[in-house]
């Protein structure tokens, strides 16, 4: 049973073509989406071209936290198993604005709500992976984005300062959480001996929905960097070799591009950065309840 959820614009775009793989292996697919129109639309073309897939549709903003609880709420009442956990969501170069919880949106959306839904699955996924006996997997999407971000990395003490805000940068940091935030959490699953990994993966560069905050933006930068450019199963490739394929069994908190591992920045490989980003994500988690 695999999970992927998406914020973005759920008939299109990566997390459709993930959960199309994922059904055609023959997994249960839930797809967590804001807009469930377009989820349903997904879960309609998939049952459509392949009459055996399993899917499933639960409305989920990973935007706000208290959506997320009652996602993880319903899905744990529905006692499934749960093998993989896609982080997919996102928010890119949206102009400044601050969640229903008070923080700033993409970091709100593509870090926090993700770190918050895994925390409470990832007992579903510790149970499952021990009464299976199959290796639990978690894939964090991240971007070359991270390269570009604060130059402290991750504003602690000025996240939702209005003044200072960059949306390209504010999605950079977000994304560098990504990477953190996988990174720290393949720490303390290998540290008590849990058979789960976490990873984090960078898609390349694909025209989605994500992009509707800058789609003039990248429309012009895709006339001149064509060759670099990718088509959406292109992009969900990556994603789907490092949930699916065999030879990744162990391989853990490690940072992947166009299926080989390489290295992320210096910021994203700095242990003390992603402890202290573990603990200052627990605290807005609980403040917001």
């Known amino acids: 049973m695999g999970i992927g959820n998406t914020r973005s614009g759920g008939a299109s775009g ?163 959480a990504n990477i953190l935030h996988a990174n720290e959490l393949s720490r303390r699953l290998k540290e008590e001996g849990a058979n789960i990994t976490a990873n984090s993966v960078h898609p390349g560069l694909i025209m989605t929905n994500l992009m509707r905050h800058s789609f003039l933006l990248m429309r012009i930068l895709k006339v001149f960097t064509c060759i670099f450019w990718k088509n959406v199963p292109q992009g969900a490739a990556t994603t789907c070799y490092v949930a699916l394929h065999p030879t990744l069994k162990g391989v853990t908190g490690k940072y992947f591009l166009d299926c080989n591992e390489e290295k992320p920045s210096a910021l994203a490989r700095e242990e003390t950065l992603a402890k202290k980003l573990w603990d200052f994500s627990e605290n807005l988690v609980k403040s917001a309840k």
Request: with cysteine; proline share 2%.
């Open 14 to 176: 990566i997390g459709a073509e993930t959960a199309r793989v994922f059904a055609l292996r023959g997994a249960h697919v839930i797809i967590a989406a804001r807009n469930m129109e377009a989820a349903n639309n997904v879960k309609e073309l998939l049952v459509k071209s392949n009459p055996k897939a399993h899917v499933d549709v639960l409305q989920l903003d990973l935007s706000s936290l208290k959506s997320v609880r009652a996602f993880a709420d319903k899905f744990i009442s529905m006692n499934l198993p749960l093998n993989i956990l896609i982080n997919n969501a996102g928010v890119m170069f949206c102009p400044y604005q601050l969640s229903e919880d008070g923080i700033e949106m993409q970091f709100a959306t593509n870090h926090l709500g993700h770190f918050s839904l895994t925390n409470l699955l990832l007992e579903k996924m510790k149970e499952t992976s021990r009464s299976t006996g199959i290796e639990g997997r978690i894939v964090n999407l991240s971007s070359i984005a991270h390269l570009h971000t604060y130059e402290e990395g991750i504003l602690f003490d000025k996240l939702n300062d209005r003044r200072g805000y960059s949306d390209k940068k504010a999605y950079g940091q977000s994304k560098l």
